[in-house]
C-alpha cells in the first residue's frame, strides 16, 4: 500500500516561534508524544492557547488497519496510534 495523507485529532499549543505550533497526540503506548509542526499544517477552530485546543495536524499515513494506524508526522517521527484518530484524505 502506498503512502497516504491525512489528518489526525490532537491537541495544539502555541509554540515559542509565530510560524509553527506544539502538537500533542496520545499513542497506542499510553504515552503521549509532543511535537513541533508550521501553522500550515495544522488546523483548529480557535487559536491555540497555553491550556491546549482540539485540533488536527497533517500527517502520512502509513498504515491504517483494524484499531491501529502508523503515522508520520510533520517532524519526521513515525508513532502507532489509535485509527479512530486519523482521517485520510
Excluded: W
Excluded at 503512502?3 to 509554540?15: E, M, N, Q, V, W
Excluded at 491550556?51 to 502520512?60: A, L
Excluded at 517521527?77 to 486519523?86: H, P
Aim: aromatic share 6%; charged share 20%; with cysteine.
Amino acid at each position: 500500500m502506498a503512502a497516504a495523507f491525512g489528518h489526525i485529532d490532537c491537541k495544539l499549543y502555541p509554540s515559542a516561534f509565530s510560524g509553527e505550533l506544539v502538537f500533542q497526540v496520545d499513542t497506542t503506548t499510553g504515552e503521549s508524544y509532543e511535537g513541533i509542526a508550521p501553522k500550515h499544517y495544522a488546523n483548529s477552530s480557535v487559536q491555540p492557547t497555553q491550556n491546549g485546543v482540539d485540533g488536527r495536524v497533517k500527517v502520512r499515513v502509513l498504515s491504517n488497519g483494524g484499531d491501529k494506524a502508523r503515522v508520520s508526522v510533520p517532524d519526521g517521527q513515525i508513532l502507532t496510534v489509535s485509527a479512530d484518530k486519523v482521517h485520510e484524505i
